[in-house]
């Protein structure tokens, strides 16, 4: 029952992400939100939910609303580059207050240096084994780089048949981390075609907020 009602709240979320996106990009087309969250309903149905609560969240608030959006834009005879594009526009947009968040932390030299200090293999619960597989491959004062050999975001994407929009999930995170010109951050991605994914942050040297 429990497992049933966090099911229920975590895809109230999603169906709520998926009307903010579509205000945030300034998709007015008649009907959209709607169309978009039928889509997510059906996909709630058909896709396999992860055991993880880490990973349900992920999907129910991230990926389902991502695809369902794209899935919606695309029935309405969108072309596939319009169509990312402008969900990438629109989830990027969603991120102003997750944004402003990292914006303060990397805005001075110590709350960078603790952020990459806190860059461990056990760091963020919410990317549980054995659906993510990363480890920390580089590691100084003022570089860490970290390699990502499993992604369920990418496992999910593909799973739903979107696997062209899980690179609008990375620019996300992306925008996120990109708030401090003394924080450089370099990706590659499975979602760009890389083999593994692989994230450096590096903290400039000799440059005050």
């Not at 760091?123 to 590691?139: A, D, F, I, M, Q």
Request: proline letters at 5%.
């Amino acid at each position: 029952m429990a497992a049933e009602v966090m099911r229920r709240l975590m895809t109230r979320c999603g169906r709520s992400s998926v009307k903010s996106c579509v205000r945030a990009g300034d998709l007015s087309e008649p009907g959209l939100t709607g169309d978009a969250q039928t889509v997510y309903d059906r996909l709630v149905d058909e896709v396999t939910w992860p055991d993880r609560i880490a990973d349900q969240v992920y999907l129910a608030v991230m990926v389902l609303p991502v695809a369902s959006l794209y899935n919606a834009l695309r029935k309405r005879g969108w072309p596939q580059p319009d169509a990312v594009h402008a969900v990438k526009a629109a989830f990027l947009a969603t991120g102003a207050p997750q944004r402003s968040l990292f914006k303060l932390m990397l805005g001075t030299d110590l709350g960078r240096r603790l952020f990459l200090r806190s860059l461990r293999p056990n760091w963020l619960w919410l990317t549980p084994s054995p659906s993510n597989e990363w480890e920390v491959t580089e590691r100084s004062k003022t570089r860490v780089t970290i390699e990502v050999t499993r992604c369920y975001r990418w496992d999910a994407f593909r799973q739903v048949g979107t696997p062209e929009v899980a690179s609008v999930a990375c620019a996300f995170e992306e925008h996120m981390m990109s708030t401090s010109p003394h924080l450089r951050l370099a990706v590659s991605s499975m979602a760009s075609g890389a083999d593994r994914c692989r994230i450096c942050f590096e903290r400039q040297l000799g440059k005050s907020a």
